[in-house]
């Protein structure tokens, strides 16, 4: 239900936009939120956004540099990356809280877009 795109490969100090969508029967969408995971390290949180989009944070490696915001017409969250740095390499996964058609809540995850950024 959860359908992530933009990542590829770019040189450091340069700009990706990552996008994710949520499709399917959708009753309401809580905290959406991006994670990324790098190769021999643990998933970890990179931003989150609350349901209006007026609250969000952000893991100290990526404040002032990455920006997370949403569109709810659109049921999609997305991550600007500026200022790329060659740690910032991960699979990025999107998350969201939301309750289906039903109104049962579920965490549910993209199936991740790789972001390599190298010279």
């Known amino acids: 239900q959860l359908q992530a795109s933009g990542g590829g490969l770019m040189q450091p100090g340069g700009s990706l936009r990552l996008s994710c969508v949520a499709s399917g029967s959708i009753f309401r969408i809580n905290v959406m939120g991006w994670y990324r995971q790098a190769p021999g390290n643990q998933r970890e949180v990179v931003a989150l956004i609350n349901t209006g989009g007026g609250s969000t944070q952000y893991a100290d490696s990526v404040k002032g540099r990455f920006t997370i915001s949403r569109d709810n017409a659109k049921n999609t969250v997305f991550l600007q990356m500026n200022g790329l740095k060659p740690e910032d390499t991960a699979v990025y996964y999107c998350?969201?809280?939301?309750?289906?058609?039903?109104?049962?809540?579920?965490?549910?995850w993209g199936q991740g877009t790789q972001v390599t950024v190298s010279s």
């Open positions: 998350h969201a809280v939301l309750a289906d058609g039903s109104g049962r809540y579920g965490n549910y």
